[in-house]
């Protein structure tokens, strides 16, 4: 018989007995089920024992918590520390016998077993009876006991176990626990885990070095599972897996202590011990010890799944898209094949394909658990490709039509859906495949390109460099020709590349073509032709021209008119009209015009452009002292050999004034109105007048400044010869200067010998200042100089800005001086001093005088002093005496007082 806390050396078997009294959330939990045995304590709640508060010696509860039942006690939840589990709270009877009794069957002879439990001692301190319990199993054979000596009031729980050995033939036993000591105050205990179980020899097992802990699920393997010691004589071992919570044995091959066996191949964890027990008990879970548990993870494979198209084109980017689900551990490698010898270790991996055909794709993936998966397929199918092509018309030249033709193919089973064109930077779609024409404007290389689809949405494309040729660039001359003339046609075309160029001309006059380049050619009779050129050049390429082409008569007549020839002023232009004609048919084609024949003979105005009624303009040099006549010549041509007759006409060209106006220099706006002085000094003795024209000016010439305000202004100055009407006009500038702007206060007052800033408030550029007269002025040249009263003066400030114009303003200044009161006077009507006359008061404006008797009482008040007082009040004369006086002349002086005597 053994009696001792844990020895974790030996092995336990699965509890026969296990009475943890269960949890719940109410405070109590009913009383002890017959099940976990029985006691001879009555059972205590707040409902069986109201108002009681807590067992009383000999009663037990059922509790989750001694928390408040007994101040005494300690507060306590189960030994596991789960605040609803349930422990068997005891209050010892005040004798010592037994509280708790159960009986444990089917054992087996001669199996040694342990009986224990936790108990706590939860009185709060060491001064009452600690508790001592009893442990006693009863046999057929006898009886064994084991105390468990005074339980300390540490708050702590105490394993207590005890073990022994069934005698033979003994399957049943009785389990007791018994108080020792008296009750009364202390011996109050808890007791948790009551557990009765099979005891032996250690048995401890361990995976094999060469087994993992964690495998993975799908892949077949052995587990093996190492003992530390084999069974001894007359022992058996075996395996066993815990499924769905129940220890069930498994057929494991042994190998003195190895034990092997095949590996779940479903991801889950798994538990596994070794039991050990008498080869006749082996059977018996009452009577066998286990080892440590074995736990074996197998871990789930990832499961690869992917997405992607079921068909596709040959070099275009295919996406994969991984589906894989990790089952755990996130999916940490994939493994691709796309049937064509490539592969990939992306998780959404990009793939083309070079050739059509049918692919199948593979995928296995692994997780971070080193775990792969199976490995799943998927066809692909890639679709064999269109075939772009097209033609093109020939020759291809600028700024002409060249038809496009299509000339795709498509696969076996397959259309072309679409076709989209790239030409010039322009996008096209066409898809009937059709022929059109494009016109490339200027000749150079053009890439064209063509991206044909199939109906199986498979692209080709193609570019051809088209080189497109110039065209020429047709140009010649149609020379003047009148009947008589060989005309010769100048060609001057041209052509980008210079390359070599054949013409062929076309006269209009139904006479044989040309093939030079420069052609002569004669016609037999005048009349309107079209002229034709066709050039064409090595390439092929060609261009038309045509040209309207006149074949004049012979005979040109000149003839001109000279508009308003009787008022031909030097200084205006001559205007000729044309009015030449050609006798038999057609147009002048040219006129030669000389203005000054007489003088100036070969001096000539030639126009290869004449029309009829054209105008044509000259201007004579001007003349002032008197009229001078020019020859005008016309000479009119209809071809280069048809020349007309001279026509000749003498014109006079009349004197205009010598206008003189001398520009007056600046002046300021408030200068007053100038006399302008323009004339005409031609010397020529001819009569006439002139006006003026422009802003602040009269017709007469008189300029006011003060009109047109400052800035500068053009005066127009008109001189006109009244005889011939001829004049002239000549402009000058005038500048008006601002003046400045001037403002002072018109009148201010100033004590007599007291001083005050005056100042002018102008506005202009670069002011100057100046007072007069300058007596009594701190300083005259200043905008706000101090002055000091002396007496009554007016000053004049004149302000100058900086272009030397002036502005003035006055002020007068009032000296007030200082009042003097006579202090008697004799109001008696003798007109000597009948009145109070305080000298210089009157000149303080806004001033009061009050004067009262002897009382205090007012008799004289006045606001200004005007009126004298004259001795009364009320209508009737004061009395003889003395009056007093206040006096606020204001205007700066201070209030002053004093006494006036009335004497009668």
Same mark, same amino acid.
């Given at each position: ?11 336990? #078997? ?20 017959? =099940? ?55 209050? =010892?009877?005040?004798?010592? &016998? ?48 084991? !105390? ?34 008296? #009750? ?8 948790? !885990? ?21 495998? $993975? =699920? ?6 093996k599972i190492v003992s530390a010691t084999a069974a ?12 769905? &919570? ?21 991801? +889950? ?58 089952? #755990? ?102 898809a009937d495949g059709q022929p059109f024409v494009h ?14 689809? @199939? ?23 149609? %020379? ?59 390439? +092929? ?18 003839? *001109? ?7 031909? $002023? ?42 009829p009624g054209k105008m044509y303009g000259h201007t ?21 050999? $048809? ?17 003189? *106006?001398?520009?007056? =220099? ?11 002085? &323009? ?14 024209? #422009? ?12 009109? @047109? ?30 003046? %400045? ?11 007599? &010998? ?151």
């Open positions: 018989m053994l009696f001792s806390t844990p020895a974790f050396c030996q092995s336990l #078997g699965d509890p026969i007995v296990n009475i943890t009294f269960g949890t719940g959330s109410g405070k109590f939990g009913g009383r002890l089920p017959p =099940a976990s045995g029985t006691t001879t304590y009555t059972y205590y709640d707040d409902a069986s024992f109201p108002g009681q508060g807590f067992p009383q010696d000999g009663q037990y509860t059922i509790t989750n918590t001694s928390a408040g039942i007994n101040q005494v006690w300690v507060s306590t939840s189960d030994h596991t520390g789960d605040p609803g589990g349930y422990y068997m709270l005891v209050n =010892a009877a005040n004798t010592p &016998g037994i509280f708790y009794t159960r009986n444990v069957t089917e054992l087996c002879a001669g199996t040694k077993y342990q009986f224990g439990a936790f108990i706590k001692n939860i009185f709060s301190n060491n001064g009452g009876n600690p508790p001592n319990v009893k442990f006693q199993i009863e046999t057929d054979a006898g009886v064994i006991q084991y !105390d468990t000596g005074n339980i300390p009031a540490d708050n702590t729980w105490h394993a207590y176990t005890m073990e022994f050995t069934t005698p033979a033939n003994a399957g049943t036993i009785v389990l007791k626990m018994i108080n020792n000591g008296p #009750g009364g105050y202390g011996n109050d205990l808890a007791i948790d !885990d009551i557990t009765f179980r099979p005891y032996g020899a250690p048995v401890q097992v361990a995976f094999d070095q060469s087994s993992s802990t964690q495998i $993975c =699920a799908g892949v077949p393997q052995t587990v001894s004589q007359g022992y058996s071992q075996k395996v066993q897996q815990k499924v769905n &919570g129940v220890w069930t044995d498994i057929v494991a091959t042994v190998n003195g202590t190895q034990y092997s066996f095949a590996a779940p191949l479903v991801a +889950g964890t798994y538990n596994y011990r070794l039991i050990s027990g008498l080869s006749a008990n082996i059977d018996n879970s009452n009577c066998v010890v286990a080892s440590n548990e074995l736990v074996l993870t197998v871990l789930p494979q990832p499961i690869p799944a992917f997405t992607a198209p079921a068909d596709a084109c040959p070099g275009n980017p295919v996406s994969f898209r991984d589906n894989s689900v990790s089952n #755990g551990a996130a999916v940490s490698s994939w493994l691709w094949n796309f049937g064509d010898g490539q592969s990939s270790n992306l998780q959404h991996p990009v793939h083309s394909y070079n050739a059509a055909g049918d692919y199948t794709v593979s995928l296995r993936v692994a997780n971070g658990n080193g775990c792969s998966s199976v490995t799943i397929t998927q066809p692909i199918h890639i679709n064999a490709l269109p075939v772009a092509a097209f033609t093109i018309s020939n020759p291809a030249c600028a700024n002409r039509p060249i038809v496009i033709t299509d000339a795709s193919t498509a696969p076996s089973g397959t259309t072309v859906q679409s076709r989209v064109w790239e030409i010039e930077g322009v996008t096209l779609n066409k016109t490339f404007a200027a000749a150079g290389t053009y890439a064209v390109k063509l991206t044909v689809t @199939s109906s199986t949405g498979c692209p080709s494309t193609t570019t051809q460099q088209i080189v497109v040729k110039p065209l020429p660039v047709i140009d010649f001359d149609t %020379p003047p020709t009148c009947i008589s003339d060989n005309t010769i046609f100048t060609n001057r075309t041209t052509i980008a590349d210079n390359s070599a160029l054949t013409y062929l001309w076309n006269f209009g006059d139904n006479t044989p073509v040309s093939t030079a380049k420069d052609p002569v050619h004669k016609y037999q009779s005048t009349g309107n032709y079209t002229i034709t050129l066709t050039v064409s050049t090595a390439s +092929g390429c060609s261009e038309t021209k045509s040209k309207p082409f006149t074949v004049n008569g012979a005979t040109p007549v000149a003839d *001109f008119e000279v508009l308003n020839k009787n008022s031909l $002023c030097s200084n205006n232009e001559v205007v000729i009209q044309n009015k030449s004609t050609v006798v038999e048919f057609g147009n002048v084609t040219r006129i030669d015009l000389y203005y000054d024949y007489g003088n100036t003979p070969t001096l000539v105005e030639t126009d290869n452009n004449p029309t004579y040099p001007q003349t002032h002292a008197g009229n001078k006549t020019y020859k005008v010549r016309m000479l009119a041509y209809s071809g280069s050999v $048809c020349i007309s007759q001279e026509k000749t006409e003498n014109i006079n060209i009349l004197a205009t004034p010598l206008v003189v *106006f001398t520009q007056p =220099a600046a002046i300021c706006a408030n200068n007053g109105p100038i006399q302008l002085n &323009g004339h005409d000094e031609s010397g020529s003795g001819i009569p006439g007048s002139g006006i003026y024209t #422009g802003t602040g000016v009269s017709q007469a010439g008189l300029f006011d400044p003060a009109v @047109s305000g400052p800035g500068k202004f053009v005066i127009q100055y008109t001189y006109t010869f009244s005889t011939t009407g001829c004049s002239n006009t000549i402009s000058r500038e005038v500048t008006v200067d601002p003046v %400045p702007t001037v403002e002072v206060p018109g009148n201010i007052t100033i004590l007599e &010998g007291g001083s005050r800033v005056i100042t002018a408030n102008a506005t202009g550029n670069g002011l100057r200042y100046a007072w007069l007269p300058v007596t009594g002025l701190s300083d005259a040249t200043i905008a706000s100089p101090t002055v000091t009263g002396i007496a009554d003066i007016t000053y004049r400030v004149t302000v100058t800005n900086d272009k030397g114009c002036q502005q003035f303003a006055d002020m007068v200044v009032t000296v007030l001086k200082t009042p003097l009161m006579p202090n008697a006077f004799t109001p008696n009507g003798d007109g000597i001093n009948d009145i109070w006359e305080i000298k210089y008061l009157d000149s303080y404006p806004g001033c009061t005088v009050n004067v009262f008797n002897r009382y205090g009482q007012k008799v004289f008040s006045s606001i200004g002093y005007s009126t004298p007082w004259d001795g009364r009040a009320n209508n009737g004369n004061l009395t003889p005496g003395v009056y007093y006086y206040i006096i606020d002349p204001k205007n700066g002086r201070k209030a002053m007082s004093g006494a006036v005597t009335i004497i009668r």
